[in-house]
């Protein structure tokens, strides 16, 4: 994505190699040894091309042309002089020492360059060694090491511990672990452990402690349907899963860092923070003035049920959307602790993918989230992937008490939870999502958007093109086709007769050059993608500032697709996790999202100026219904609309 060489990168490499020039010239004049002489060459070169790369690559000269062009014909004028100086005074022409000098200096990032497409080659070339064509679906390689590693437990502690790693929060005190550059406070609790009588009851605030406590290892993850392509099915799963995980930089800061909350990804079914694509330690050693946090929330049908027509079930109302309740709890937490870890509570930003991002949208709506965050970054999720009724959640714990022989909640409770995992992974196909019950969540959260009831919330709301492959290599070929025919099914019971019928014939002309299971995951790919639409529309009717972005990244290999994992992989910067999910990380893409990503953190225009990353074009990110395109490797902004889909009608359909 980036140029190898711009305008400003080639004055920075004259201006070196002009200090290696005047260096060696200058030191030969003077009789200097010829061991002095090198010193002297190399160390006004690296003088003179680090002050020149401060001026050339500061905001206030890449901002105004008109200072550029000052500020590199000062450069050519200064060498003009020198050299007239020089061949006048002394006779030597500093021409020569600067046409090899500057051969060197060009010469080295040329080697790096070719030296990183080799290395990228050989990842490549590795990961298609292990994938094949990838119709297999995630493959992972993990060592029974690992997998103990991973699984370990914080234990109280009641003897000495390291004070430079402990912080004293309202609930206890917590000692991480420090890395290099960064400490990771993980499995930290912000909720009682909603087993025994707490079991499907809202999340109840912890106790203020004085205890002392290990946070070295990931808490449990939620107890969950085990997908194939699974890696967290290698984590120790317990209904005891709401802890959160921290990640610092050990440096200092003047002023209260503002904080990124990850909600992580899934079906409302599965995953979980331990996930290695979601860690937030490269990110936080990266970029030290954030403070990162990543948390767990119950799921399925421990998070997403409505036992209301169930003997005893009344004594149940939250069961509907548990999930969404730990979320409100664990952004509690977070508000009121934060601040000993060196983060700002008034500055919270929200970053889901997936069920994470539905999660954020459905909050966003919620008057029990107001002032929980105030910037929100959504991935793939809109409010269309919550139910409008609560008659599925109600046929699930039908379909539980079924599955489990029994009739009332009071047998349900006295189930172990072994028995309800196995359960819950006998009903997937059920599925579990959040419900717009019209107390937690609005019935209609898209009107409830368009009425402000998001207001004070800036948003960056992105839509993925090659999505679909990423869920079948998660769930399976088996599964991913049922829950496409199903899908589809369920678009034609809800469309006009026009649509429907414009939506038939879109497939069938795809399967004139496809199979019927792509034509269908492409057309469901395109309502997802239309329903995010629909919500940046919505939000910037009821006065949000949104930002689109459209993902749309050719896959490394087809049949893996590309989004979720490549995008929270090149926003956090997990070059390594993101290569055991099938793919290799475009490090320019990956530096300069990130560069976008810390600007809406920190509440600054999303706008980057020539060169602010070396060898980057200026990127203006305009407001909705602009967007930010990102197709291979490249940043460009325009309208997407065109983009969206190929069904006649339909845009116009999902936008009524």
């Excluded at 010469?107 to 497409?117: D, H, R, S, T, Y």
């Excluded at 990102?630 to 997407?640: E, K």
């Amino acid at each position: 994505m980036k140029k190898l060489f711009t305008i400003d990168d080639i004055m920075v490499a004259f201006v070196s190699a002009m200090g290696y020039g005047f260096g060696e010239a200058i030191s030969r004049l003077l009789g200097w040894p010829p061991l002095l002489c090198g010193l002297a060459s190399l160390v006004l070169g690296i003088v003179l091309g680090t002050c020149i790369s401060k001026i050339a690559f500061s905001e206030a000269v890449q901002k105004s042309p008109k200072k550029r062009v000052l500020t590199y014909a000062s450069i050519l004028l200064i060498f003009i002089v020198a050299h007239t100086i020089s061949v006048m005074s002394v006779g030597v022409s500093l021409l020569d020492y600067l046409r090899d000098e500057f051969i060197y200096v060009i010469g080295l990032p040329i080697l790096g360059f070719v030296a990183n497409l080799l290395i990228r080659a050989y990842r490549i070339k590795r990961i298609r060694r292990l994938y094949g064509d990838g119709s297999k679906g995630y493959v992972f390689d993990v060592k029974k090491e690992d997998i103990d590693e991973i699984n370990r437990q914080n234990q109280p502690i009641s003897d000495e511990y390291d004070a430079e790693c402990a912080i004293r929060t309202k609930t206890g005190i917590y000692v991480g672990e420090k890395s290099k550059d960064t400490i990771w406070y993980m499995g930290i609790p912000y909720a009682m452990p909603p087993v025994g009588e707490r079991r499907w009851k809202a999340p109840e605030p912890l106790c203020a402690s004085e205890a002392v406590f290990e946070a070295k290892y990931f808490g449990a993850s939620a107890i969950q349907v085990d997908h194939k392509g699974s890696i967290i099915k290698h984590h120790r799963q317990s209904e005891d899963c709401l802890t959160l995980n921290i990640a610092v930089s050990d440096k200092e800061a003047e002023t209260p860092k503002p904080v990124l909350v990850l909600f992580h990804h899934g079906d409302f079914t599965s995953g979980g923070a331990v996930d290695p694509v979601l860690y937030g330690d490269t990110f936080a050693k990266s970029h030290p003035d954030t403070v990162f946090v990543s948390f767990n929330y119950r799921l399925g049908i421990f998070g997403f049920i409505d036992f209301s027509q169930i003997p005893g079930g009344e004594a149940y109302p939250d069961a509907i959307n548990l999930g969404l309740l730990d979320q409100i709890a664990a952004l509690q937490w977070i508000k009121e602790n934060i601040a000993a870890f060196g983060g700002d509570p008034d500055r919270i930003t929200v970053l889901g993918f997936e069920s994470g991002a539905t999660s954020i949208c459905l909050l966003s709506a919620s008057e029990r989230a107001k002032g929980l965050f105030q910037k929100a970054f959504i991935f793939d999720g809109s409010p269309a992937s919550a139910y409008d009724t609560p008659e599925v959640a109600r046929a699930l714990a039908g379909a539980l008490l079924k599955e489990t022989q029994t009739s009332t909640m009071e047998e349900l409770l006295h189930l172990d939870t072994e028995s309800l995992k196995a359960a819950a992974q006998g009903l997937w196909r059920m599925m579990c999502a959040p419900t717009c019950d019209g107390t937690l969540i609005p019935f209609d959260v898209y009107r409830a958007f368009q009425e402000g009831a998001a207001s004070g919330i800036e948003f960056i709301i992105g839509i993925p093109s090659h999505v679909a492959q990423v869920y079948r290599s998660l769930v399976g070929d088996q599964n991913y086709i049922d829950t496409v025919f199903s899908a589809v099914a369920e678009l034609r019971e809800i469309m006009d007769d026009s649509t429907a019928g414009a939506v038939r014939a879109y497939i069938e002309a795809q399967t004139a050059s496809s199979s019927e299971l792509e034509a269908k995951s492409k057309l469901v790919e395109q309502w997802l993608a239309l329903y995010l639409y629909r919500c940046a529309a919505r939000l910037s009717r009821g006065g949000n500032r949104v930002h689109l972005m459209y993902w749309d990244e050719k896959p490394l290999i087809e049949n893996l697709g590309s989004g979720t994992v490549d995008v929270v992989a090149t926003l956090l910067g997990n070059e390594d996790a993101l290569q055991m999910y099938g793919s290799v990380m475009n490090k320019d893409l990956s530096e300069t999202l990130q560069a976008l990503l810390l600007k809406f953190i920190h509440g600054n225009a999303l706008q980057l100026y020539p060169n602010e990353i070396k060898g980057v074009d200026a990127i203006d990110w305009e407001a909705f219904s602009q967007a930010l395109i990102v197709s291979d490797g490249i940043l460009t902004c325009g309208t997407i609309e065109n983009r969206l889909t190929g069904v006649k009608g339909l845009f116009e359909y999902a936008m009524s």
